[in-house]
């Protein structure tokens, strides 16, 4: 589509909805201190026990608190644990508890309307996330625990199986927040749409498929540097329209403060082909970029009876057949980076030493080797994508064709994908990988032989003896640069066998209003409200 086309879809675009804008308006909160953002892919739940995707995590994340938490460079510090102690075999976890973090209001707590926050508390919570039941899909985080128990009101013990340097980070996850078991138990499923937490922000209403509205909690803990109690904002809103086009439109009317990432409908109306901000656009909203502990890639299911999929040259050739620069810059806008040099993302140590570095002629060399040791003269592949992907898959296809591999593109929905994947009915599929907890490890678990799908995220079925050796002599390392030296020579290992074709490691983008103030990112993506400021 040439640029003019472009411009004049756009604008016609934004005819097209003036008047349903105008209608829209009148219901968008309009008070100064209200923070509001839309939620195009809707919120299931309200229970940190399912808080499994970023649409669930970020507004559990304003409702509710854990132990630890992350600050924005992914460093572990205090939140309702004010300090903690490891034990020298790195098994055993003591954590000191705040006095002074309670619950928000709720006439299930009876004639007080709340109480403070008790070790006791975590046992409750922790347990949900193993009750059958209940079904959480966060129960994965206790695996490596033997058990836990509070010494007291004041503290509160894990003991480990096995050693595990990441563990604070994995603690860190909003499936581990505290939640009151007087509410749970009185509400039980409903808990989801009425949660009670300790968290800046407490749970005002949830109108579906319209707009959740949370409130500030005047009697959160936290303090800024300053000692002023946190948050600064009155309220969050969060809309519910599915249209991500209607989304943006708003956003450039001021009706929302801030969207997230950037859709192929309105990238280029926002962003130059570099990546930068359009200038007509500087001087009305900002922008924020930085990494993100994404990874895209295709991942190849390595339990085939295809000759093709199981020649090594196939999947190197595939590997170093296309350009990811010129992927990234043509698809993108220059969004994010390269992956060269395997699954690690930067933003975390451990990247491997290996490069695929574009080489078509060495890419066809290698097709040709196969075809003539094969006898199969027309090597074929399917990639299985949902719709979302589509054109990072035809990319693929018409650089592949070039060195002489035909490529079929198969389209799904993301529901059918997921399970296919899981269940190992593709030849090669579209992929990410969006970090759980701060470390490279969680990266490499993808390729561990005893995470096999469907019991695990290892879904190529990648098994190799040496790396499931140093995988398992990384947990008992406690130097970090010890650890980041194998998390290294296992990437590099793994990539020489191509069990994967990383494509790009994604960037964190943001834009927000001018008048929005301490919206930080970070690598996680986390959306964290307690100390933005939004100015008349």
């Not at 509160?156 to 927040?177: E, H, T």
């Not at 009876?305 to 993108?332: P, T």
């Not at 094969?374 to 064709?401: H, W």
């Amino acid at each position: 589509m040439s640029k003019l086309i472009k411009k004049i879809f756009f604008y016609c675009l934004y005819l097209s909805f003036i008047l349903f804008f105008s209608f829209c308006s009148k219901k968008i909160e309009t008070n100064t201190n209200v923070f509001r953002y839309n939620e195009y892919r809707n919120i299931t739940s309200l229970d940190p026990a399912f808080s499994r995707n970023p649409q669930n995590i970020w507004p559990v994340n304003q409702i509710f608190n854990g132990l630890v938490q992350l600050d924005d460079s992914l460093n572990i510090i205090p939140e309702i644990a004010k300090s903690w102690i490891i034990s020298d075999d790195g098994l055993e976890y003591t954590f000191i508890l705040r006095d002074n973090v309670f619950f928000h209001e709720s006439d299930y707590f009876g004639k007080n309307k709340t109480r403070k926050v008790i070790a006791s508390d975590f046992t409750f919570s922790l347990n949900r996330l193993k009750d059958k039941n209940l079904g959480s899909p966060g129960g994965w985080v206790l695996q490596n625990i033997k058990n836990y128990k509070s010494l007291n009101d004041s503290i509160f013990k894990i003991k480990l199986k096995n050693p595990f340097p990441a563990f604070l980070g994995l603690l860190s996850m909003k499936y581990c927040s505290v939640v009151p078991y007087e509410v749970v138990e009185a509400l039980g499923e409903s808990f989801s749409r009425n949660p009670i937490g300790t968290g800046p922000f407490y749970f005002k209403k949830w109108n579906e498929n319209e707009k959740l509205v949370l409130r500030k909690n005047k009697n959160y803990f936290e303090n800024d540097i300053n000692g002023i109690r946190l948050p600064y904002l009155e309220s969050i809103a969060i809309r519910f329209i599915s249209d991500i086009q209607s989304e943006f439109m708003l956003f450039i009317q001021g009706k929302l403060d801030f969207i997230n990432s950037i859709d192929s409908s309105y990238k280029d109306e926002l962003l130059t082909s570099q990546g930068n901000l359009q200038p007509k656009y500087l001087n009305k909203i900002k922008m924020y970029k930085g990494p993100y502990l994404n990874t895209e890639y295709i991942g190849i299911y390595l339990k085939t009876e295809s000759a093709v999929i199981n020649s090594k040259k196939i999947r190197n050739a595939i590997n170093i057949g296309f350009d990811r620069d010129l992927m990234i810059g043509y698809l993108r806008n220059n969004i994010g980076s390269s992956a060269k040099k395997g699954i690690i993302p930067k933003g975390l140590k451990g990247v491997s030493q290996y490069d695929f570095e574009y080489n078509p002629i060495k890419a066809k060399i290698l097709v040709n080797e196969f075809i003539e040791e094969s006898g199969i003269d027309n090597p074929q592949i399917r990639i299985a994508t949902d719709s979302n992907y589509v054109d990072l898959c035809e990319f693929l296809q018409k650089e592949l064709e070039k060195i002489g591999i035909n490529v079929k593109i198969e389209i799904m929905p993301t529901s059918i994908l997921r399970k296919a994947k899981s269940s190992g009915n593709l030849e090669l599929f579209r992929a990410s990988w969006i970090a759980d907890y701060p470390d490279a490890e969680n990266y490499l678990s993808l390729f561990y032989s005893k995470n096999f799908s469907p019991n695990g995220p290892n879904y190529t079925h990648y098994k190799n003896l040496t790396y499931d050796s140093l995988y398992e002599k990384t947990f008992k390392i406690k130097s970090s640069e010890e650890r980041i030296k194998l998390y290294k020579k296992m990437d590099s290992l793994m990539m020489n066998d191509y069990p994967i074709v990383p494509l790009y490691f994604d960037q964190v983008i943001r834009f927000s209003q001018k008048n929005i103030e301490n919206f930080n990112i970070n690598p996680l993506n986390l959306l964290n409200l307690k100390k933005v400021r939004k100015l008349n």
